[in-house]
Nanobody, 121 residues
Framework: QVRLVESGGGLVQPGESLRLSCTASGSIFSINDMGWYRQAPGKQRELVAPITTGGSTNYANSVKGRSTASRDSAKNTVYMQMNNLKPEDTAVYYC???????????????WGQGTQVTVSS
């Protein structure tokens, strides 16, 4: 059974940084596409940092230049470093991983449980 566990959220002041992590456990063959999403109160969930299997990224304008998403395939972990955080970054952040459980098998999407990021002075 595959499980995604997120960590790294918290309460920070404007201008500070956080690094979010998302680790997949279980029987996994590969992590293919992945993405970081966020959902602010009263708003729809939005994609802020997609990464393709090849490592290409296309950050949302709201985080571009301040955030870097990366992956460590050996650890089945993906990260998002967020710098110069702003109050408008306050949201629950979710990772979504597209996994292949066996070679040449189907791909499945899995979501993390979400981690709260609050930016406030």
């Amino acid at each position: 059974q595959v499980r995604l566990v997120e960590s790294g959220g918290g309460l920070v002041q404007p201008g500070e940084s956080l690094r979010l992590s998302c680790t997949a456990s279980g029987s996994i063959f590969s992590i293919n596409d992945m993405g970081w999403y966020r959902q602010a109160p009263g708003k729809q969930r939005e994609l802020v940092a997609p990464i393709t299997t090849g490592g290409s990224t296309n950050y949302a304008n709201s985080v571009k230049g301040r955030s870097t998403a990366s992956r460590d395939s050996a650890k089945n972990t993906v990260y998002m470093q967020m710098n110069n955080l702003k109050p408008e970054d306050t949201a629950v952040y979710y990772c979504k991983l597209v996994l292949r459980l066996v070679p040449e098998g189907a791909e499945y999407q899995y979501w993390g449980q979400g981690t709260q990021v609050t930016v406030s002075s």
